[in-house]
């Protein structure tokens, strides 16, 4: 079974910080999946990375794709408010396989 | 907006009655999904379906059965329910975006087995 431990399962800071959350695992992936959920909803997609050390960015967030493909990283830089919510990883272990490997999630409060 | 929707999005019973949940998508996807959340344990797959009539077990599927008889509806079902089942219940779909699955879920079921 494939496991995707993120941490820290809890993050609260401040209006204007920076933080870094992380999903990591012993197996490869094919792909990482980025997921935001917001209270009383199901997650949303917020990026793909495919390949080893890719890098993406989503306006303030900066997503990282591990050179060996078994971890990858969200960096937030200056939160907002609106940035509040449960932050999933999920990995995809061959393209076309159809289901995903969740990760354990991260709960990110941003205070006003 | 994938266009899934789930029934009921709130239920409470009790233990050892049976339970359906029923997901229900209005654009064809063949691939539909059925994870449950709880805290510390991030989504985790039940049963998942690959057509009408075809399905197949996830990480979680003990206690739980599912059916689908059409395309769009994707039904999961909890014989006899435990308290150990008390979750939510999200339903998703899956879409291919270039070499990739990408899943849409619904608004989810929150089950409480008393």
């Known amino acids: 079974t494939q496991l995707l431990e993120q941490s820290p399962q809890f993050l609260s800071i401040q209006e204007g910080e920076n933080l870094t959350v992380y999903c990591n695992s012993s197996s490869v992936f094919s792909s990482l999946q980025w997921y935001r959920q917001e209270p009383g909803e199901g997650p949303v997609l917020l990026v793909t990375?495919?390949?080893?050390?890719e890098v993406k960015k989503l306006k303030r967030l900066t997503f990282q794709f591990g050179d060996a493909r078994k971890d990858s990283s969200l960096h937030i830089t200056a939160a907002q408010p609106g940035d509040t919510g449960l932050y999933l990883c999920a990995g995809e272990s061959n393209f076309g396989n159809e289901k995903l490997t969740f990760g354990t999630g991260t709960r990110l409060t941003i205070i006003p | 907006d994938a266009g899934i929707t789930q029934s009921p999005r709130h239920k409470v019973t009790e233990t050892g009655t049976p339970v359906t949940l029923r997901c229900h998508q209005t654009e064809n996807h063949r691939y539909m999904y059925w994870y449950r959340q709880d805290p510390g344990h991030g989504l985790r797959l039940i049963h998942y379906s690959y057509g009408v009539k075809d399905t197949d077990k996830g990480e979680v599927s003990d206690g739980y059965s599912v059916s689908r008889s059409k395309t769009e509806d994707f039904l999961l079902t909890l014989e006899s329910a435990t308290s150990s089942q008390t979750s939510v219940y999200f339903c998703a779909i899956s879409e291919f975006v270039g070499r990739t699955d990408t899943q849409y879920f619904g608004p989810g079921t929150r089950l409480t087995v008393l």
């Open positions: 990375v495919v390949t080893g050390g």
